[in-house]
């Protein structure tokens, strides 16, 4: 059973893709609000059943439903709101995110979290600390999102099928994330001999701030993070060991430790089964160090 916590529009979303996906035969959604997920549910189910589909969504408030769940997204919490800063969202959050997860820990122990709540990576590296679970067991969704906005600028610049597209994005899901266009191709063609650098340059720029302009254009994200929150839960449950960014605890990795950020990962039913290192160079590694000390700082604000 997939649960998700926060039937808000991006939980919605997520369970959405997922049984489209048929990823379980079962998918839970869970809220505070009542009402809210009991509605979700229904809305689903009556869209599922004219698609033909036997996934059942099950909307409740009485989070020890969640009990046998393998897997658990926590999508729950604000989003940051006009005249609010970061901080007030890191408060805020943290205090929802730390009581969902001691839920987790009490109903559904032998789960994996996928955390989703902004700002993502401390709030991934609060629910590996909350939950006490090890660290293959909790991965954030984060960077699979500024990933699919990349591959679309990529798609806009050169104009070829999305389908031949690889591209990876990693560190900090925010302004200092790193896309990466030295890791990127389109067809098995390097994407820094296909486009001018200056093109390059410009789409790295689009991807780190295009989220903002959604938000400003209609309020919110939605559709592409529930779809990244599918994929990722693909990979678990079909084990298809796809390699793919997520936030993980680093215990050394890029010289780094004690925080979670996004790496590339191989992703199986074992969760986070292998970080992967690509070499990085200096402009790269400046990137990454300014995720790194963001998040750090963000930690280091953060009381739980
Ligand atoms: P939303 O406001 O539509 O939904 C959030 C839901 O969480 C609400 O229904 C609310 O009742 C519920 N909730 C609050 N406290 C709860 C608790 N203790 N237990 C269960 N449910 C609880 O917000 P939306 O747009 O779905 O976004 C949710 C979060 O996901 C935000 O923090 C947002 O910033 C983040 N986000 C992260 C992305 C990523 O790539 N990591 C992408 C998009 C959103």
Redesign the pocket.
């Known amino acids: 059973m997939i649960t998700i ?8 979303a997520a369970a959405l893709f997922s049984a489209l996906r048929k990823l379980s035969d079962e998918i839970l959604l ?4 009542q009402g ?1 997920p009991q509605g979700e549910a229904m809305d689903l189910n009556h869209m599922l059943s004219e698609q033909g589909i036997d996934v059942t969504i099950r909307g409740s408030n009485d989070y020890s439903e969640m009990k046998g769940s393998n897997i658990v997204v926590v ?6 709101k006009p005249g609010m800063t970061r901080m007030d ?1 890191l408060k805020i ?1 943290t205090s ?1 995110v730390k ?2 997860v001691e839920n987790i820990k009490k109903y559904a122990s032998d789960s994996m979290i996928v955390p ?3 700002p ?1 990576d401390p709030m991934t590296y609060l629910a590996y600390k909350v939950s006490g679970f090890e660290k293959n067991r909790v991965f ?3 960077n699979m ?1 500024d990933l699919s906005r990349f591959k679309q600028f990529i798609h806009e610049a050169t104009g070829f099928s999305r389908d031949s597209i690889r591209s990876l994005v990693i560190g900090e ?1 925010g302004e200092n994330m790193l896309p990466l266009a030295r890791y990127s191709s389109v067809g098995g063609i390097p994407l820094i001999s296909l486009l001018p650098k200056q093109k390059i340059n410009e789409i790295v720029q689009n991807t780190r701030q295009v989220a903002a302009k959604v938000i400003e254009l209609k309020g ?3 559709h592409a ?1 529930g779809n ?1 929150i599918s994929t990722i839960i693909e990979a678990v449950v079909r084990d298809t060991k796809q390699v793919m960014p997520v936030a993980t605890y680093l215990d050394g990795e890029f010289g780094y430790s004690d925080v979670s950020i996004g790496v590339p990962a191989v992703i199986g039913k074992n969760g986070v089964e292998k970080i992967i290192e690509p070499e990085l160079d200096s402009y790269e590694k400046e990137w990454f160090k300014k995720g790194i000390d963001s998040v750090k700082n963000a930690i280091s604000d953060m009381e739980f």
Do not use: E, F
Request: glycine share 24%; charged share 10%; hydrophobic share 50%.
């Open positions: 916590i926060g039937a808000g529009k991006v939980g919605g869970l809220d505070i609000v809210l999508v729950a919490g604000s989003g940051r969202l959050n929802i009581g969902v989703v709540t902004n993502l954030g969704m984060g999102l899901h919110a994200t939605i993070p990244a």
